[in-house]
Structures are given as C-alpha cells and as structure tokens.
C-alpha cells in the first residue's frame, strides 16, 4: 500500500475520489453491496494505474 502512495499523483487521486464517492454513497443510503463494489473497483483502479505507470517507467526510451 506504502508503494501505491508513493510518489504517483494519480493513484492518490483515485484514492480521494474513491474517498468522495463512498461518502455520497452515505449520504444517499447506497446499499452494502454498492459500497463494496465501489471500493473493489477503486481499489482495482488503482493498483492497475500502479502497474500501468511502474512498466511503463521501466522501458527505456528509444534514441531520437
């Protein structure tokens, strides 16, 4: 988790988003179960952006 939220702005971002809506989902009595999968998929979001960005930082740049 540590490494999601180090550096990378965008994780964090979809992290605070996730924040957002799960409050909006409070507010508006959402049930359980769409909380949860508001959660599942912020969370899949996240690491997949994680993951997206770590491969594409280790490929090295062609030569102009």
Known sequence: ???LLT???FTIS???ALVFT???AYVFE???EQCATL????ILT??????LRSNSE???RRPP
Do not use: T
Request: proline residues 4%.
């Open 14 to 16: 979809v992290f605070i």
């Open 22 to 24: 799960l409050m909006f």
């Open 46 to 51: 996240a690491v997949a952006e994680y993951v």
């Open 7 to 9: 550096d990378y702005g």
């Open 30 to 32: 959402a049930s359980q």
């Open 58 to 60: 280790r490929r090295p």
């Open 1 to 3: 988790m540590r490494a």
């Open 39 to 42: 959660v599942v998929l912020g």
